[in-house]
Structure formats: structure tokens, C-alpha cells
């Protein structure tokens, strides 16, 4: 299976734009890249996916590079309520899958 | 569309008790999963199912069970309760579709075995 890697942790200031950065090199072909983001006390909840091209959400942007081993969320303007664990996931298409939940980068906002 | 449900939210049990943690979905879904997190790791998913009466193991079923009867309901059970298995424990489910498919997680229960 496909792994990614990010970092554990990340600053941001309130009101200013967050990259959070994830690597996966071994990805394949019909793997789809998700990002999933887990609030404190609460279970993860889906943010966005994509394949290759760049993807645009009311929550969020996910970019994506061109050899596909890397891609980054982009949360605009974060908020104190986008603290939060964002987990980078791979997923194949079609079919079940065990889909594996690192530990994720732990997102702090400062006021 | 309430999503998916747990319950109980919290739960303390003594060591050699059993229980079953309800999780049940109003969205039709095929897919069901059980996963459990531990303070400050990630998700590990104990059983899984891709529809009612079929249920497999994930990455660490030992000291659970769990059955499908219905597309809607997948109960885990805890047989005989041991202190490692204090953690926090996710449902969820989905679809899968043509993009990867994407998981709707409940609000999670929070079981303390002492």
C-alpha cells in the first residue's frame, strides 16, 4: 500500500493562509488523494480529494504536483476552528480498501 | 439525514465485563468500519464490513466481534474488557464510487476499562 508522510505538527496565524504539506512518492495511477480533518472530541470528517488536477471546495483547496508524489491542503483563511488533525490518505477507485490513518499533521491556530 | 450514530458516548467499564457499542446509518451505505484511537495516534480499524451478513478482520480485531444483520446497524462487542482496550471508538461508512470513496464518521465512543 501506497504511504504518505507529513509533518506532525503546524503553526498558523489566525486569518492568514495554512499549506499543509504531504508527500506520498509510491502513489499509483488510480490512487485518489483525500484529506480528512479530525476537530478535537470529534470523529475525522471528510475535506477534499483528487486525482491530478487542482481542486477547489467551500472548505478548502487541494493542490496537486504535476509527478503526483506530493500535494498540499490550502486552507485560505484559517480560523480558530480549523485546529484541527489533517490526515493525507490515498485511496484506489472502486472496490474496498483498508484505508490507513497516520497520525497526521496537528494544526494550531493563534489568535 | 442524521449520519451516523454511536452510543453510548462514554462508558467506564470494569475488566471482565462485556458490551456492545451501537453504530447505525440512515444513508444506505455498504460499507461499515469499526476503528478505535488511542491518545495522540492515529485511527486503527478493528473490523470492517462491505454489506449486511459479510464482516472481516482489519488491523486489530483480537478481543472484539462484531456482526452485520442489516445495512444500517454494526454492533461491536467487547467480550471480556481489559484495560488496553480503554480508548476511543470511531464507526463509520461509505460508498465506494468510481473516485475513491469517502467515509462519514460518527461522533465516536469513549469507553475507560479499569
Known amino acids: 500500500d501506497a504511504k504518505t508522510t507529513q509533518p506532525n505538527s503546524m503553526e498558523s496565524n489566525e486569518e492568514e493562509p495554512v499549506h499543509l504539506p504531504c508527500n506520498h512518492s509510491?502513489?499509483?495511477?488510480?490512487?485518489?488523494i483525500h484529506w480528512y480533518r479530525q476537530l478535537p472530541s470529534q470523529g475525522p470528517e471528510y475535506v477534499i480529494h483528487g486525482l491530478t488536477s487542482n481542486v477547489n471546495n467551500r472548505m478548502a483547496s487541494l493542490a496537486i504536483a504535476e509527478d503526483r508524489k506530493s500535494s498540499t491542503l490550502i486552507l485560505h483563511r484559517a480560523t480558530l476552528r480549523d485546529a484541527a488533525v489533517y490526515y493525507c490518505?490515498?485511496?484506489?477507485?472502486?472496490?474496498?480498501?483498508?484505508?490507513?490513518f497516520g497520525i497526521g499533521t496537528k494544526l494550531q491556530v493563534i489568535p | 439525514n442524521a449520519g451516523v450514530t454511536q452510543t453510548p458516548k462514554f462508558r467506564i467499564l470494569k475488566i471482565g465485563q462485556s458490551m456492545t457499542l451501537q453504530c447505525t446509518q440512515d444513508m444506505n451505505h455498504n460499507y461499515m468500519y469499526w476503528y478505535r484511537q488511542d491518545p495522540g495516534m492515529g485511527l486503527k480499524l478493528i473490523y470492517y464490513s462491505v454489506g449486511a451478513g459479510i464482516t472481516d478482520k482489519g488491523e486489530v480485531p483480537n478481543g472484539y466481534n462484531v456482526s452485520r444483520s442489516t445495512t444500517e446497524d454494526f454492533p461491536l462487542r467487547l467480550e471480556l474488557a481489559a484495560p488496553s482496550q480503554t480508548s476511543v471508538y470511531f464507526c463509520a461508512s461509505s460508498v465506494p464510487g468510481l473516485k475513491g470513496e469517502t467515509q462519514y464518521f460518527g461522533p465516536g465512543t469513549r469507553l475507560l476499562v479499569l
Open positions: 509510491t502513489i499509483s495511477g488510480t490512487d485518489y
Open positions: 490518505i490515498l485511496i484506489r477507485s472502486g472496490g474496498y480498501q483498508k484505508v490507513t
